[in-house]
């Protein structure tokens, strides 16, 4: 039977699907549409890979296995919330949390010696880090932000810092032995086998990746970061902050770039703490500190130490963090740092936070200061420096104004850099790094690398970019609005790119549509003039930069990328619907287990949810899903037009009392309508039943907060203390349980 699956994730999403999801449930079977939960959770990611570890009480199918061989099929119909993409520290958390609550689980092995160690670590490192978006994503990205959202933020504007044309912030990137210095590429003219092997300069050579199968036409390019060009930058960009008084702030996607940033992080944290390092290096080794995990584990082990050892270097850090440049700080109350877990500053947020906040981030004090943003490789750091000389030179964007950036993003089959981590190696002896043809024997591309440097190889398949000029081509004949491919003629993979492009769009009718190729830099300047006049600019962009610009638009436009509309028509006929273009929010739990206040924000689901209804009533030729879908299409407007997203404050409406409101209407407009009779009689008793009690019910969920809430867990919540503490009105509960 034909069904939507709906993901059941982690922290704020998860929480915030324990309340709405009952209501859809009971909104849907009336149309008798099923709807399944696939849970790809942390904490099931984990127990899914160690049946032989478990009870069988505790074993439990891979759902994300499940659901990626379903997004291959035409039936896929995906409804995909944000989880957690963990870096080394939380995957720890995550088990130490499994094993207190009786799984038998293995530790990570940090450094494994046995075979059994190595299987294990193997298992692990296939759950960390962004490991559930490219198993999905069989299909490219189309977001946006729908026309009721953008009304909604023109008539609620968002605060937006104001910006000063001397301010001092910048972003700092290197200039030579980078990434986009180093990069070579190619298309394959024919399928062939490669492999990837070091020739050490004393004749040996070791074998990085024994086969990997390349279709003809596919693009592949390889390059390299040199550890000593990162490290004299490093070294120059935190003495320079430190002389000019600026905050200094990391920006990385340690998640998705789950091999090279952690990595890139590690450098950071061993140059800022340089003499740290200097005087315990060796207590460190023992310790077995891995300096890519981040200072909260180091602070962590050397509290293994005897006390005054401890103590000591206790005082070394502070002194260290004395004299260094400031830190650009997480949670300033609790005194995170930017350095503290590789985790918590991602790229694609942390930066327009900063844009949003006048260029600024919060110091140890909690005030706001002009910041560094470190972006080591400097492939896409310019679009940031642009759009920060925008900001300076012609103040803050205006929300009531300024026009809209949607993005069509080339993603498919773990197309380009984020496909990257199996193929990525920090060299371990100098020598050439080379990409060799197993046919011929023939090197295609090598490199002279030194021990430490990072190395990698991306590959983008043919077929996935013939479907991004595609959707672009479709996207602008849909809206009229120009589209620009964000590519680089001068950068290595971007002008094999360019080739296919302008290929490709003969493919199409073309025919007074404004396209045009221009580079990241050059785009961004021509977007940013546009948006400021009120004009909308459609971007088509490689994986990175649809990561990037998906929550740098939206932050500007309205407010958070959670509003965002998230579609992957995926390239077999399927449908994945991703829920917002933002993350887990982890802060927002955080607040909701201290004072009862959730404030995640659901309009991303509602939105994917309206799509994802929709497509199931053309597959399966279902009227009545096409009726709710409308009619959820039209309360989400009502939701907006009303105002009913959740507050930030306590004691005020929260998620639950939002997904409260949008049932309100979504019934409301079920009544109204007249294309389904039993719908619309059943709804009108619903509506009637919810507009009666408003007034209980909004009471019974302002009742819920102000105090600490205990839901038995982090990464494994108990199911039914969740569930109770999402779901605190009888009122409405009973209601919902009414409705057949
Ligand atoms: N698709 C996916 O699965 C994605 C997963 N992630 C993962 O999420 C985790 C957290 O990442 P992080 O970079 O902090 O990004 P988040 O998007 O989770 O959070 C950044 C900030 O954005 C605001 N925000 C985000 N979503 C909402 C929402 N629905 N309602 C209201 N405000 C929202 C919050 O700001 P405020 O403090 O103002 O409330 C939040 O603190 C990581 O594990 C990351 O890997 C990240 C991106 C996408
Ligand atoms: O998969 C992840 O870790 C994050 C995904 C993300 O940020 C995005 O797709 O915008
Ligand atoms: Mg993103």
């Given at each position: 039977?034909?069904?939507?699956?709906?993901?059941?994730?982690?922290?704020?999403?998860?929480?915030?699907?324990?309340?709405?999801?009952?209501?859809?449930?009971?909104?849907?079977?009336?149309?008798?549409?099923?709807?399944?939960?696939?849970?790809?959770?942390?904490?099931?990611?984990?127990?899914?890979?160690?049946?032989?570890?478990?009870?069988?009480?505790?074993?439990?199918?891979?759902?994300?296995?499940?659901?990626?061989?379903?997004?291959?099929?035409?039936?896929?119909?995906?409804?995909?919330?944000?989880?957690?993409?963990?870096?080394?520290?939380?995957?720890?958390?995550?088990?130490?949390?499994?094993?207190?609550?009786?799984?038998?689980?293995?530790?990570?092995?940090?450094?494994?010696?046995?075979?059994?160690?190595?299987?294990?670590?193997?298992?692990?490192?296939?759950?960390k880090g962004s490991a559930v978006n490219p198993v999905l994503r069989e299909g490219n990205s189309d977001r946006r932000a729908p026309k009721a959202?953008?009304?909604?933020?023109?008539?609620?504007?968002?605060?937006?810092?104001?910006?000063?044309?001397?301010?001092?912030?910048?972003?700092?990137?290197?200039?030579?032995?980078?990434?986009?210095?180093?990069?070579?590429?190619?298309?394959?003219?024919?399928?062939?086998?490669?492999?990837?092997?070091?020739?050490?300069?004393?004749?040996?050579?070791?074998?990085?990746?024994?086969?990997?199968?390349?279709?003809?036409?596919?693009?592949?390019?390889?390059?390299?970061?040199?550890?000593?060009?990162?490290?004299?930058?490093?070294?120059?960009?935190?003495?320079?902050?430190?002389?000019?008084?600026?905050?200094?702030?990391?920006?990385?996607?340690?998640?998705?770039?789950?091999?090279?940033?952690?990595?890139?992080?590690?450098?950071?944290?061993?140059?800022?703490?340089?003499?740290?390092?200097?005087?315990?290096?060796?207590?460190?080794?023992?310790?077995?500190?891995?300096?890519?995990?981040?200072?909260?584990?180091?602070?962590?082990?050397?509290?293994?130490?005897?006390?005054?050892?401890?103590?000591?270097?206790?005082?070394?850090?502070?002194?260290?963090?004395?004299?260094?440049?400031?830190?650009?700080?997480?949670?300033?109350?609790?005194?995170?740092?930017?350095?503290?877990?590789?985790?918590?500053?991602?790229?694609?947020?942390?930066?327009?936070?900063?844009?949003?906040?006048?260029?600024?981030?919060?110091?140890?004090?909690?005030?706001?200061?002009?910041?560094?943003?470190?972006?080591?490789?400097?492939?896409?750091?310019?679009?940031?420096?642009?759009?920060?000389?925008?900001?300076?030179?012609?103040?803050?964007?205006?929300?009531?104004?300024?026009?809209?950036?949607?993005?069509?993003?080339?993603?498919?089959?773990?197309?380009?850099?984020?496909?990257?981590?199996?193929?990525?190696?920090?060299?371990?002896?100098?020598?050439?790094?080379?990409?060799?043809?197993?046919?011929?024997?023939?090197?295609?591309?090598?490199?002279?690398?030194?021990?430490?440097?990072?190395?990698?190889?991306?590959?983008?398949?043919?077929?996935?970019?013939?479907?991004?000029?595609?959707?672009?081509?479709?996207?602008?004949?849909?809206?009229?609005?120009?589209?620009?491919?964000?590519?680089?003629?001068?950068?290595?993979?971007?002008?094999?790119?360019?080739?296919?492009?302008?290929?490709?769009?003969?493919?199409?009718?073309?025919?007074?549509?404004?396209?045009?190729?221009?580079?990241?830099?050059?785009?961004?300047?021509?977007?940013?003039?546009?948006?400021?006049?009120?004009?909308?600019?459609?971007?088509?962009?490689?994986?990175?930069?649809?990561?990037?610009?998906?929550?740098?638009?939206?932050?500007?436009?309205?407010?958070?990328?959670?509003?965002?509309?998230?579609?992957?028509?995926?390239?077999?006929?399927?449908?994945?619907?991703?829920?917002?273009?933002?993350?887990?929010?982890?802060?927002?739990?955080?607040?909701?287990?201290?004072?009862?206040?959730?404030?995640?924000?659901?309009?991303?689901?509602?939105?994917?949810?309206?799509?994802?209804?929709?497509?199931?009533?053309?597959?399966?030729?279902?009227?009545?899903?096409?009726?709710?879908?409308?009619?959820?299409?039209?309360?989400?407007?009502?939701?907006?037009?009303?105002?009913?997203?959740?507050?930030?404050?306590?004691?005020?409406?929260?998620?639950?009392?939002?997904?409260?409101?949008?049932?309100?209407?979504?019934?409301?407009?079920?009544?109204?309508?007249?294309?389904?009779?039993?719908?619309?009689?059943?709804?009108?008793?619903?509506?009637?039943?919810?507009?009666?009690?408003?007034?209980?019910?909004?009471?019974?969920?302002?009742?819920?907060?102000?105090?600490?809430?205990?839901?038995?867990?982090?990464?494994?919540?108990?199911?039914?203390?969740?569930?109770?503490?999402?779901?605190?009105?009888?009122?409405?509960?009973?209601?919902?349980?009414?409705?057949?």
């Open positions: 039977m034909a069904k939507i699956y709906y993901t059941k994730t982690d922290e704020a999403p998860a929480l915030a699907t324990l309340s709405f999801l009952p209501i859809v449930k009971s909104f849907t079977e009336t149309a008798h549409i099923a709807i399944e939960t696939k849970d790809i959770s942390l904490a099931s990611r984990i127990c899914a890979m160690f049946p032989e570890y478990l009870e069988k009480d505790q074993q439990i199918p891979d759902d994300l296995a499940i659901l990626g061989e379903l997004a291959k099929t035409p039936e896929a119909n995906i409804i995909k919330l944000p989880n957690i993409s963990a870096s080394i520290p939380q995957l720890k958390e995550a088990i130490e949390e499994l094993q207190k609550k009786g799984y038998n689980l293995p530790n990570y092995p940090d450094e494994p010696k046995t075979d059994e160690e190595k299987t294990i670590k193997a298992k692990y490192d296939k759950i959202v953008k009304n909604y933020a023109k008539k609620h504007p968002h605060t937006m810092g104001e910006w000063s044309s001397d301010s001092k912030t910048h972003v700092a990137s290197m200039s030579h032995g980078d990434f986009k210095s180093n990069e070579k590429s190619l298309t394959m003219s024919n399928a062939d086998d490669i492999r990837i092997e070091l020739v050490g300069n004393n004749g040996e050579t070791i074998i990085l990746k024994d086969k990997i199968t390349l279709q003809k036409e596919e693009v592949i390019d390889a390059t390299v970061m040199s550890k000593k060009a990162l490290v004299d930058f490093l070294t120059k960009e935190i003495a320079d902050a430190r002389k000019e008084g600026l905050l200094l702030s990391l920006h990385f996607k340690a998640t998705m770039m789950k091999v090279s940033d952690p990595i890139i992080f590690g450098h950071a944290l061993k140059v800022y703490f340089a003499d740290l390092f200097q005087t315990y290096g060796e207590t460190f080794e023992k310790l077995g500190i891995d300096p890519n995990d981040g200072l909260e584990t180091l602070l962590d082990k050397i509290g293994k130490l005897p006390a005054d050892q401890h103590k000591e270097i206790e005082q070394a850090i502070a002194k260290n963090i004395e004299n260094g440049p400031d830190l650009a700080m997480v949670n300033s109350e609790k005194g995170i740092t930017n350095l503290h877990v590789p985790s918590d500053v991602i790229i694609d947020a942390s930066m327009p936070a900063m844009i949003r906040n006048s260029g600024k981030m919060w110091d140890k004090n909690g005030k706001l200061k002009d910041t560094k943003a470190i972006i080591p490789d400097s492939s896409y750091s310019d679009i940031y420096q642009a759009t920060i000389d925008f900001c300076k030179e012609h103040g803050a964007f205006d929300p009531t104004t300024m026009g809209t950036v949607p993005n069509v993003g080339l993603m498919a089959q773990k197309a380009e850099e984020y496909g990257s981590h199996d193929k990525t190696f920090e060299i371990p002896k100098a020598g050439t790094a080379r990409v060799v043809s197993i046919s011929t024997g023939k090197t295609l591309m090598e490199h002279q690398v030194e021990q430490g440097d990072i190395w990698r190889m991306c590959q983008v398949k043919d077929a996935p970019v013939q479907d991004w000029v595609k959707l672009a081509v479709s996207r602008a004949r849909a809206t009229n609005i120009p589209a620009v491919f964000w590519l680089d003629k001068d950068r290595a993979h971007d002008a094999e790119l360019i080739k296919k492009v302008n290929r490709y769009l003969k493919d199409h009718d073309t025919d007074g549509l404004d396209i045009r190729i221009l580079s990241p830099l050059e785009a961004t300047k021509f977007t940013l003039k546009r948006i400021k006049e009120g004009k909308d600019t459609i971007s088509v962009s490689g994986n990175v930069l649809r990561d990037y610009l998906t929550d740098l638009f939206p932050i500007l436009e309205v407010g958070t990328s959670a509003k965002m509309l998230s579609i992957v028509p995926l390239m077999n006929g399927g449908g994945l619907f991703e829920t917002g273009a933002g993350g887990s929010a982890p802060k927002h739990v955080e607040q909701f287990l201290e004072e009862g206040h959730l404030r995640w924000d659901s309009l991303g689901e509602f939105l994917a949810l309206a799509v994802s209804l929709e497509f199931f009533g053309e597959k399966n030729n279902n009227k009545k899903a096409q009726v709710i879908a409308d009619a959820l299409d039209k309360a989400t407007e009502k939701f907006l037009e009303n105002d009913k997203s959740p507050s930030r404050k306590v004691n005020e409406l929260d998620t639950r009392g939002s997904h409260f409101y949008l049932a309100l209407y979504w019934a409301e407009q079920l009544a109204l309508q007249d294309q389904d009779g039993d719908l619309k009689a059943t709804f009108s008793k619903v509506f009637g039943e919810l507009s009666s009690n408003e007034a209980k019910i909004a009471q019974e969920l302002i009742d819920a907060q102000g105090s600490p809430v205990n839901i038995g867990g982090y990464y494994l919540p108990d199911a039914e203390m969740a569930s109770n503490a999402m779901r605190p009105s009888e009122t409405l509960n009973n209601i919902l349980s009414s409705i057949s």
